[in-house]
């Protein structure tokens, strides 16, 4: 099993709509959490970090993390054709000095 | 506040020489992972510096190597390349508060192995 896990995608959503993706992880004492986007050719942005279960707001962007499922999604509102990227989700083990990364979701908003 | 910075951008080598690639962290932090991202592997996290001390290591051979200077600064050296070794090197900082380790990454280094 891998230690996180992504929908590989690609995910396609109308411009307007609301994009979710999703994100599975092992380590059950992992505390932080990270989404970053990633476009072609460059290096990847940080875009959301949550530590606690529940919704963490940012503008269009919304984490929501539930421990108990190791789960972390991240749903982006409004979507616009600037937002088509691949979307990486980040955990950080516990202690461990390491960020594991999924394989990242490549996210298409149509115009 | 200036961005992390990664010298060079590009590299081209050949089989069985080595490379060395710079980082430069943002002002204040003094940790620095490394990572190898290739189309087929995703993100692979290399290792993890703070205080010149590696702190953690990935699955890589040995031929991976890197270190920390005093002022955070860090390197990561690649000996006896192999063509598998084309990727793009990426470096991250962080401020290192705890479970609070938001990473921020360099803009890369792109390395062509021949």
């Known amino acids: 099993q891998k230690e996180v896990e992504q929908n590989s995608g690609p995910l396609s959503v109308p411009e307007g709509a609301i994009a979710s993706l999703n994100c599975t992880y092992s380590d059950r004492g992992s505390q932080s959490f990270f989404w970053y986007r990633q476009y072609s050719g460059k290096s990847p942005e940080l875009i959301m970090s949550?530590?606690?279960?529940g919704d963490k707001e940012d503008g269009r962007f919304t984490a929501q993390l539930n421990k108990a499922s190791q789960y972390v999604s991240l749903l982006i509102r409004d979507s616009q054709p600037s937002d088509s990227a691949t979307y990486l989700c980040a955990v950080n083990l516990y202690l461990g000095f390491k960020t594991i990364f999924g394989a990242g979701t490549r996210l298409f908003v149509k115009a | 506040k200036a961005g992390v910075t990664q010298t060079p951008r590009y590299l081209i080598k050949t089989r069985g020489q080595q490379v060395t690639l710079s980082c430069s962290p943002i002002?204040?932090?003094?940790?620095v992972s490394w990572y190898q991202q290739t189309p087929g592997q995703g993100l692979q996290f290399l290792f993890e510096y703070f205080s010149e001390t590696q702190r953690n290591k990935g699955n890589f051979p040995g031929r991976f190597s890197g270190r920390q200077f005093s002022n955070s600064r860090s390197e990561m050296n690649v000996s006896t390349l192999e063509l598998g070794d084309s990727a793009l090197y990426l470096c991250a900082s962080s401020m290192d508060r705890g479970i609070y380790n938001e990473q921020f990454f360099g803009p890369g280094t792109r390395l062509t192995v021949l």
């Open positions: 949550i530590y606690s279960n």
């Open positions: 002002s204040g932090h003094r940790s």
